[in-house]
């Protein structure tokens, strides 16, 4: 069974450019996650998903991030314009619904902001 | 606030020997999950052991095992016989299971122990 795919691996980028970051979570999980780890740090939430639904975005930067899954299956998370402090791993992870089980995660995507 | 404390940053252990990584959260919810993961270098959170908060007995996952003290709210992970392969980052995370505002669900991580296992 394939595990959460994420692309691009690594991105490197000049500050106030636009970015992307896709995952693809595992064959029948509902739920998707979007977390932000920062250098030396554990993963903090950025975004919940309930199929199609944002069911938690209450740490998502809205100025500049936003996020989609359409059609409840792949998810997209942007940033526009880039910033500096932005730098960081992106991880994608995906669970059957409900909260209630384990959650798996992708290999998570590189940003530098130069 | 719901919060999960790892104290020590990083740790060293002899191949073949037992470590105990530490790990204290805080909450005031009854019901609630603690995990363990591991993050090697190529930067995939691998999961390794959950312990729920009812449960009586402590997890164990092969070489791994929690050392749930609910009075205390700690949760330390052991790993016996330790191996080269399991020098990482580990992460100790609390999942909510109440819901706040729709956080049901969400994980709570800690800052992370580094491991380093000696040859």
């Known amino acids: 069974e394939a595990g959460v795919v994420q692309s691009p691996r690594y991105k490197i980028i000049e500050k106030k450019q636009p970015v992307a970051f896709w995952c693809n979570p595992i064959?029948?999980?509902?739920?998707l996650y979007w977390y932000l780890q920062n250098l030396g740090q554990g993963p903090e939430l950025l975004i919940r998903?309930?199929?199609?639904?944002?069911?938690?975005d209450s740490q998502l930067p809205k100025d500049r991030f936003s996020a989609e899954r359409l059609k409840g299956v792949d998810s997209t998370l942007k940033i526009q314009p880039a910033e500096l402090g932005d730098s960081a791993v992106y991880l994608c992870?995906?669970?059957?619904?409900?909260?209630?089980?384990?959650?798996?995660f992708g290999p998570g995507t590189r940003l530098t902001v130069l | 606030a719901q919060k999960i404390t790892q104290t020590q940053p990083g740790m060293f252990v002899q191949e073949k020997e037992a470590v105990t990584l530490d790990c204290t959260y805080d909450?005031?919810?009854?019901?609630?999950?603690l995990f363990w993961y591991k993050q090697p270098s190529s930067g995939e959170m691998i999961f390794l052991i959950y312990?729920?908060?009812?449960?009586?007995q402590n997890a164990t996952e092969g070489r791994y095992s929690l050392n749930f003290q609910k009075a205390r709210k700690s949760a330390n992970l052991v790993i016996s016989a330790s191996q080269l392969g399991d020098s990482a980052m580990y992460f100790c995370?609390?999942?909510?299971?109440?819901?706040?505002?729709?956080?049901?669900?969400?994980?709570?991580f800690g800052k992370g122990t580094k491991l380093s296992v000696k040859p």
């Open positions: 992870a995906s669970s059957f619904a409900g909260g209630t089980y384990e959650q798996f």
């Open positions: 064959s029948g999980h509902n739920t």
């Open positions: 998903y309930e199929n199609e639904e944002a069911v938690d």
């Open positions: 909450t005031s919810d009854p019901s609630y999950g």
């Open positions: 312990q729920g908060s009812y449960d009586q």
């Open positions: 995370a609390m999942r909510v299971e109440i819901s706040h505002g729709g956080s049901q669900g969400n994980l709570i």
